[in-house]
């Protein structure tokens, strides 16, 4: 069964779980080996097991409706809970990711539309909170920002003290996180958690959120995350999972809890248990998302594909297009690399250390002893690309893309990853 019919098949699930309301899942989940909390790849990396549910145990927990006012009511309940609640805003033409209060700041009824280097912002007939597909911006800068200082050192007569820079302590509450993005978090969790301490910062700030989740109801044209099976139905790895009802009276939201922290915050909240239509309309919306996908990344083996295609001309191709401005590393989720700087005061007595984001398309980031090793932009592309799509793979056993389509919406020349796969698909090297 394929990660999409097993999506498909836990929605039927909840709808049998509500009708039944029998406790027999649990038991089949447990005879088949599973164990709660340890999903295959975290077993296998050995990756801190986060307090959220695997995907297959949220068919244990039937959704509920929660109305508009409640959910203004599940902010306010975050917000009590000491979470600095982020959420996306309108701001500057796009939406964006930024601090809100209330439901009030929420992109209501604006929705947006997306082709190759193209973006706009476009009002929608109804009043919904979510009804966007994604803005230029991920969840990546609240967790690794740009700029992360590591240490400071300060110099003292003949002593120099070392002072670490401090783990965060705030806590994050992310509303309205996407299928897509929620795999790019578990994607960026096995880079900067890995197998070993990983790294302070990120674990700090990551340990700490609070995630609301939202199916997506609008599909952009540059989407492409049902085809890389990352969405646009969320899977786990949240708290609470809301699908938007704004055609409903009154407006709601089905909600799934999908952790302990998202049970208590439902259960503070007034909501009742969702009725089978209306899980099934919530199941419509995201069936109509899927269908309404933009574009799609051509199937078969990608890995073997780009690697025995390294020297094919499509590359010079894309190298004609390509400005090397490397907008498609800043405003992907799953791009992480950085690079890191020293920065002293004239007077010698302070030296800072801080780690910035970087990207692949810059000459410097390959620059060994003499000069950068990827001094064209066919060697930079190329080593994105089969990065993403290929040699990800070898290090983490998974495709480094989620199919958001950031890369393609926010490329000033509209360079499309799925169309240069077609391409070299379509007419391999000899
Ligand atoms: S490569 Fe492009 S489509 Fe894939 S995750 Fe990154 S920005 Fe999104
Ligand atoms: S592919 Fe597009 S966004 Fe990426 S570096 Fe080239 S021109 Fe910039």
Redesign the pocket.
Known sequence: MGPDERADAAQDSVRVSIARRTAAAPRRFRARGHRPGRSRARRRRNIPVSHRRPAAALTLVPPSLLTLEGFTALLAELKRRGHRLLGPTVCDGVIAYADIDSAEDLPRGWTDEQSGGYYRLRRRSDAALFGYAVGPQSWKPFLHPPIQRLWRAHKSGNDVQIEPEPAPTQRLAFIGARACELRALELMDRTLLGDGPGDPHYRARRRQVFIVAVNCSSASGTCFCASMNAGPHVRGGFDLALTELADHTPHAFVVQPGSDAGSSVLAALAHRSATAQEIDTAQAVVERTRAGMGRAMPSGDLHALLLANLEHPRWDDVAQR???????TMVCPTCLCTSVNDVGDLGGGEISRSRRWDSC?TLDFSHLHGGSIRHSNRSR?RQWMTHKLATSRDQSGDCGCVGCGR?IT????G?DITEEVRAMRGAPAG
């Open positions: 390509c400005l090397a401005c490397g907008n498609c398309f592309y890369c926010w490329c000033p020349v360079i």
